[in-house]
T-cell receptor, first 114, second 114 residues
Framework: KAGVTQTPRYLIKTRGQQVTLSCSPISGHRSVSWYQQTPGQGLQFLFEYFSETQRNKGNFPGRFSGRQFSNSRSEMNVSTLELGDSALYLC?????????????FGPGTRLLVL | DQQVKQNSPSLSVQEGRISILNCDYTNSMFDYFLWYKKYPAEGPTFLISISSIKDKNEDGRFTVFLNKSAKHLSLHIVPSQPGDSAVYFCAASGNTGTASKLTFGTGTRLQVTL
């Protein structure tokens, strides 16, 4: 079956702009989580959506937001981009009753902020 | 404050020998630990996990050891193979029920040489 897909794969923006990233989970998966990966911090949890509702949130400023649609696809938005937002953004999906091992990651969107 | 630490950013091991990757954590509320492997341009993939009620879990060439008193876990790969060359992340959770809010380490890049 198809894996988690993320679009776009690469993105270049300038400071102050906003960006929207998209994630399509594996069919049947209703939970989508977002992570930011940077060299110094590793993977940091942004938020998790389940059935169109934000279920958990990490420690990121309000410039980072997300949403989930009825087909479980999810988008995350970053407004007023800063240089430090340059990172690999990963999304992961899991089954409704799945444990942590069932979380499947997409290949990520690499964002570069100039 | 890094709650999950992987103090070795890189490790080089000869093919056939044992690879030992280490991870330390500070939050005593963590009760479930996972290891992920990440190849370039791909998302992390789940490798092996361990619950805090165990001190060892084995799956083929991969064994994870947990020392709760020292808040330390390690991943052993025996024998190491060139295909094992990747970045390895350890992750921890205080919520074993759902795939959410994992805390990751910064990763260790393993290179298995011929």
């Amino acid at each position: 079956k198809a894996g988690v897909t993320q679009t776009p794969r690469y993105l270049i923006k300038t400071r102050g702009q906003q960006v929207t990233l998209s994630c399509s989970p594996i069919s049947g998966h209703r939970s989508v989580s977002w992570y930011q990966q940077t060299p110094g911090q590793g993977l940091q949890f942004l938020f998790e959506y389940f059935s169109e509702t934000q279920r958990n949130k990490g420690n990121f400023p309000g410039r980072f937001s997300g949403r989930q649609f009825s087909n479980s696809r999810s988008e995350m938005n970053v407004s007023t981009l800063e240089l430090g937002d340059s990172a690999l953004y990963l999304c992961a999906s899991s089954r409704p009753s799945g444990g942590l091992e069932t979380q499947y990651f997409g290949p990520g969107t690499r964002l570069l902020v100039l | 404050d890094q709650q999950v630490k992987q103090n070795s950013p890189s490790l080089s091991v000869q093919e056939g020998r044992i690879s030992i990757l280490n991870c330390d954590y500070t939050n005593s509320m963590f009760d479930y630990f996972l290891w992920y492997k990440k190849y370039p341009a791909e998302g992390p993939t789940f490798l092996i996990s361990i619950s805090s009620i165990k001190d060892k879990n084995e799956d083929g060439r991969f064994t994870v050891f947990l020392n709760k008193s020292a808040k330390h876990l390690s991943l052993h790969i025996v024998p190491s193979q060139p295909g094992d060359s990747a970045v390895y992340f350890c992750a921890a959770s205080g919520n074993t029920g759902t795939a959410s809010k994992l805390t990751f380490g910064t990763g260790t890049r393993l290179q298995v040489t011929l």
